[in-house]
């Protein structure tokens, strides 16, 4: 039994050896749509499997260029992860998508009010906003059911969720609105910068990137106080934490901004490609990914230099504990890096 036990051990460490020095061959994609083709820079090694058992696992240590699509609804912006499955917001249908995260089958597809744009999981629930109504709805993430529709905002867009509230960002009115998520019950609305699109929750706080006025602003979770507004490129939109810093993709400068969580000092601003237009970004342990109108990107995290870049118009981004995934709106399709 020993001698078994040594040999496994030593085949495992052989194997992850070879992975680290062997050259990766990866196959190009083959989405399920006319769409256009994946390019990326060389694959590289994914330091990230040393910090996340699960790559390894399911042989996924590498950045290749590779991607696996899943048709859902019309123009889907807003994507997240509830622990199994992935969700869409469908903007140009009026529904979402639930899509099991292990093998991209549909599991089904829900109404959502008129203009879903963002989706967020409380931990057994997805919230949708809804961006022609003002509202947000609730749906049960089990089956879909819907458990409720309040009023927040003008325009509410993207969302976050920060263990106990949904926090909604209302792009028309300037204010970002803090629901309970038991019931969705309002406990406040708040100003913040011109025009906010999207929100980050850090732990402590959370945070708003405020499109029409090229900065980020910081509130307090527990009551809404503002601990600050950093200016950040112009047209600000996806952010995201990384456990210290907060990444922000500014569209219409073509640039990706790092600002340090605790006092909101700018780390750094990488450029993107020109037109790129950086849009939404998510943060998988390693690596930044930012989409884009005309390039999706990884970054990474550490000095934001660029590792991959990807041929391919994409919108919103999340990370599943292992993939990528992102929607894509001219073809209404998911795809799963």
């Known amino acids: 039994m020993k001698t078994r036990i040594v040999i496994s051990v030593s085949l495992i460490v052989v194997a992850l050896a070879m992975a680290n020095l062997l050259p990766i061959q990866a196959q190009k994609p083959q989405p399920a749509h006319a769409g256009p083709q ?27 260029d590779t991607a696996t699509s899943v048709t859902v609804g019309s123009q889907p912006y807003g994507v ?65 059911k819907t458990l409720g529709t309040f009023t927040v905002g003008n325009a509410p867009e993207w969302m976050t969720f920060d263990g106990q509230a949904i926090w909604v960002s209302n792009g028309g009115d300037n204010t970002v609105t803090k629901l309970r998520a038991f019931d969705g019950a309002n406990l406040g609305t708040f100003p913040v910068g011109n025009a906010p699109i999207a929100m980050a929750f850090d732990g402590s706080a959370v945070w708003s990137s405020n499109y029409g006025g090229n900065t980020v602003t910081k509130l307090r979770a527990s009551d809404g106080a503002v601990l600050g507004t950093f200016g950040v490129g112009n047209n600000p939109l996806g952010i995201a934490f990384d456990g210290a810093n907060m990444w922000v993709a500014n569209r219409n400068s073509d640039t990706v901004t790092k600002l340090r969580a605790s006092d909101g000092k700018v780390l750094g601003t990488f450029p993107t490609p ?28 550490s000095d934001g230099a660029q590792v991959a870049s990807y041929n391919l118009q994409t919108s919103g981004v999340a990370f599943d504990g292992a993939y990528v995934w992102m929607g894509e709106t001219s073809f209404n399709a998911l795809y799963k890096f």
Request: charged share 15%; with cysteine; net charge neutral.
């Open 274 to 301: 020109p037109s790129a237009g950086p849009y939404g970004i998510a943060f998988d342990g390693t690596y930044v990914w930012v989409s884009g109108d005309s390039y999706t990107l990884v970054l990474r995290a």
């Open 80 to 144: 997240c992860f509830d622990g199994a499955n992935i969700w869409t917001a469908n903007f140009g249908d009026a529904t979402v998508t639930k899509v099991r995260a292990s093998d991209g089958q549909v599991l089904g597809t829900f109404n959502a009010g008129s203009g879903p744009f963002g989706v967020t999981f409380d931990g057994a629930n997805i919230w949708v906003s809804d961006t022609n109504f003002h509202t947000v709805t609730k749906l049960r993430a089990s089956d879909g």
């Open 38 to 64: 994946l390019q990326t820079q060389p694959p590289i090694l994914d330091a990230g499997a040393r910090r996340n058992p699960l790559k390894i696992a399911l042989l996924h240590w590498y950045l290749a």
